[in-house]
């Protein structure tokens, strides 16, 4: 679950309202001269054959640093300042006015006058287009991207009135994020009738919670304890939820709070938020577009060796052509992972017959020379074009195409740390950092190791520098 904090939105303006108001610049010199406000080039020779001036630059750079100082004195950059649209639609008009009026005295003082047709287009222009920018912004930021096609499920830790006040807050303002309510945790007492009475069940005591998270897909934490009066609880709670991999969120009583690193959210019950909100909001929205554009171009260029990889297992053995197997994807959710298959048909009513040839350290499980695997299936595992299928759960929002490999339901269960259940905190993804190392030779702590340092590194830039050397790793074949 995550709402889009004021300061998360405050940093992304910043950048598109400048990208905003440069279109704004160029669509007004078109639609001006388009309805003969402005003398304007009509072809494109004319236009590559416009003359442009110093003067001319230093003018429109100026303007920008201008507009930038603007937005921030009209207090459109203010990350803790609430407000209706109508105040903000307020505020952008006067910012829009004086910037235009501005524009036309720096002409003057600088001796190069700008056409009064031009901002007459440019004020209206630059107004809708910085709005229409916002609009979309804080669209894209109101949801949850690392979550995708899936419902965040939350439990209450608390039952008091700001619990309350929080899920009325959540269930007007759909704008916020959808979310599912699983129930809530806390000690029995007269209180918690409020939030039954919303049609929220109680699921225990605030000391079931362990059993809790262990035993169902549990997204996030909110929490509404009294901090003074449940200090201890609180700081158990927020242990727990790290080494759990759930975002938490803790409910202050104050609105104080101005952080680049910490914010509030929401407007009535405020949020500390901490968790991963690194991927969502904007930058969620980025790279859930680099999972579905990655994915649609690789498919388009692979796609002869698509085909001929499925022509080849389909010639070589019987059986079918795509393999699938249940993972544990996102907050453990299971989903079934496509492969090509490259055993045989019957391979796992076998796996019995060739256990006692792992020689994988820890839950992990794994066979040298694995006599199931057919020798199209082989060449296959060697370049990792087994893996090419799950393109396919990429555009299906169950994977990623860089995170923690999706592991085994087995493979779970033999995991005695629960902090290594912070690895499905994040969709699972076709490579990642080990990948892209010495895939053989690594260990199973040492992957689980780097799946927790991707997770607590992560930024877009990091899923690109990991895509960009996956295919030298992938000729390398140094996989087993």
Same mark, same amino acid.
Request: proline residues 5%; positive net charge; charged residues 25%.
């Given at each position: 679950?995550?709402?889009?904090?004021?300061?998360? %939105? *405050?940093?992304?303006?910043?950048?598109?309202?400048?990208?905003?108001?440069?279109?704004?610049?160029?669509?007004?010199?078109?639609?001006?001269?388009?309805?003969?406000?402005?003398?304007?080039?009509?072809?494109?020779?004319?236009?590559?054959?416009?003359?442009?001036?110093?003067?001319? #630059?230093?003018? /429109?750079?100026?303007?920008? /640093?201008? $507009? %930038?100082?603007?937005?921030?004195?009209?207090?459109?950059?203010?990350? $803790?300042?609430?407000?209706?649209?109508?105040?903000?639609?307020?505020?952008?008009?006067?910012?829009?006015?004086?910037?235009?009026?501005?524009?036309?005295?720096?002409?003057?003082?600088t001796g190069r006058p700008v056409d009064p047709g031009y901002l007459l287009v440019l004020w209206p222009a630059t107004f809708f287009l910085v709005a229409a920018e916002r609009f979309l912004i804080s669209r894209i930021m109101s949801r949850d991207w690392r979550f995708g096609s899936f419902t965040p499920q939350v439990i209450l830790v608390g039952s008091g009135p700001r619990m309350a006040e929080f899920l009325a807050e959540h269930r007007e303002k759909r704008e916020t994020g959808q979310i599912d309510v699983l129930g809530f945790v806390d000690d029995? $007492?007269?209180?918690?009738?409020?939030?039954?009475?919303?049609?929220?069940?109680?699921?225990?005591?605030?000391?079931?919670?362990?059993?809790?998270?262990?035993?169902?897909?549990?997204?996030?934490?909110?929490?509404?304890?009294?901090? %003074?009066?449940?200090?201890?609880?609180?700081?158990?709670?927020?242990?727990?939820?790290?080494?759990?991999? #759930?975002?938490?969120?803790?409910?202050?009583?104050?609105?104080?709070?101005?952080?680049? %690193? *910490?914010?509030?959210?929401?407007?009535?019950?405020?949020?500390?938020?901490?968790?991963?909100?690194g991927m969502s909001g904007f930058e969620g929205f980025l790279k859930r577009l680099l999972d579905v554009c990655g994915a649609l171009a690789a498919m388009l260029v692979l796609s002869p060796l698509f085909f001929a990889a499925a022509l080849s297992v389909k010639l070589s053995t019987p059986g079918p052509v795509i393999f699938s197997q249940w993972r544990a994807g996102l907050g453990m959710r299971p989903f079934r992972m496509l492969k090509f298959r490259s055993m045989v048909a019957d391979a796992e009513a076998r796996l019995k017959d060739v256990a006692a040839l792992n020689y994988e350290t820890g839950p992990a499980f794994k066979i040298k020379d694995d006599p199931r695997v057919t020798r199209v299936g082989a060449f296959l595992r060697k370049y990792s074009i087994d893996e090419l299928p799950q393109f396919f759960n990429v555009l299906r929002g169950e994977m990623s195409l860089v995170g923690p490999r999706p592991l085994f339901a087995y493979e779970i269960e033999r995991i005695d740390d629960p902090s290594v259940k912070r690895r499905f905190s994040v969709k699972p993804g076709i490579t990642g950092l080990w990948q892209i190392g010495d895939r053989g030779r690594v260990t199973f702590d040492e992957r689980l190791r780097q799946d927790l340092d991707y997770i607590d590194n992560w930024s877009i830039w990091l899923d690109i520098k990991i895509l960009l050397k996956t295919p030298f790793a992938v000729f390398r074949a140094k996989t087993s």
């Amino acid at each position: 679950m995550h709402i889009p904090s004021l300061w998360e %939105r *405050f940093k992304v303006y910043r950048t598109w309202d400048l990208a905003a108001v440069c279109l704004a610049m160029m669509a007004s010199f078109w639609l001006a001269g388009s309805i003969h406000l402005i003398d304007r080039p009509d072809t494109i020779r004319a236009a590559l054959d416009y003359r442009v001036r110093v003067g001319s #630059v230093i003018l /429109v750079a100026g303007s920008l /640093v201008m $507009w %930038r100082v603007l937005f921030w004195g009209f207090g459109l950059y203010d990350p $803790w300042r609430r407000g209706k649209w109508r105040i903000k639609a307020q505020r952008l008009v006067g910012a829009c006015l004086t910037g235009v009026v501005i524009m036309g005295c720096m002409g003057v003082v600088t001796g190069r006058p700008v056409d009064p047709g031009y901002l007459l287009v440019l004020w209206p222009a630059t107004f809708f287009l910085v709005a229409a920018e916002r609009f979309l912004i804080s669209r894209i930021m109101s949801r949850d991207w690392r979550f995708g096609s899936f419902t965040p499920q939350v439990i209450l830790v608390g039952s008091g009135p700001r619990m309350a006040e929080f899920l009325a807050e959540h269930r007007e303002k759909r704008e916020t994020g959808q979310i599912d309510v699983l129930g809530f945790v806390d000690d029995d $007492w007269a209180g918690s009738s409020a939030l039954q009475e919303l049609g929220i069940r109680r699921l225990g005591a605030i000391a079931s919670l362990p059993k809790l998270l262990d035993g169902r897909v549990v997204d996030s934490l909110v929490v509404g304890l009294p901090v %003074r009066k449940f200090y201890e609880e609180t700081e158990w709670i927020i242990d727990l939820a790290a080494t759990r991999g #759930v975002d938490i969120k803790l409910m202050l009583a104050t609105d104080r709070l101005r952080s680049k %690193r *910490f914010w509030l959210e929401g407007e009535g019950a405020q949020l500390l938020s901490l968790g991963l909100a690194g991927m969502s909001g904007f930058e969620g929205f980025l790279k859930r577009l680099l999972d579905v554009c990655g994915a649609l171009a690789a498919m388009l260029v692979l796609s002869p060796l698509f085909f001929a990889a499925a022509l080849s297992v389909k010639l070589s053995t019987p059986g079918p052509v795509i393999f699938s197997q249940w993972r544990a994807g996102l907050g453990m959710r299971p989903f079934r992972m496509l492969k090509f298959r490259s055993m045989v048909a019957d391979a796992e009513a076998r796996l019995k017959d060739v256990a006692a040839l792992n020689y994988e350290t820890g839950p992990a499980f794994k066979i040298k020379d694995d006599p199931r695997v057919t020798r199209v299936g082989a060449f296959l595992r060697k370049y990792s074009i087994d893996e090419l299928p799950q393109f396919f759960n990429v555009l299906r929002g169950e994977m990623s195409l860089v995170g923690p490999r999706p592991l085994f339901a087995y493979e779970i269960e033999r995991i005695d740390d629960p902090s290594v259940k912070r690895r499905f905190s994040v969709k699972p993804g076709i490579t990642g950092l080990w990948q892209i190392g010495d895939r053989g030779r690594v260990t199973f702590d040492e992957r689980l190791r780097q799946d927790l340092d991707y997770i607590d590194n992560w930024s877009i830039w990091l899923d690109i520098k990991i895509l960009l050397k996956t295919p030298f790793a992938v000729f390398r074949a140094k996989t087993s």
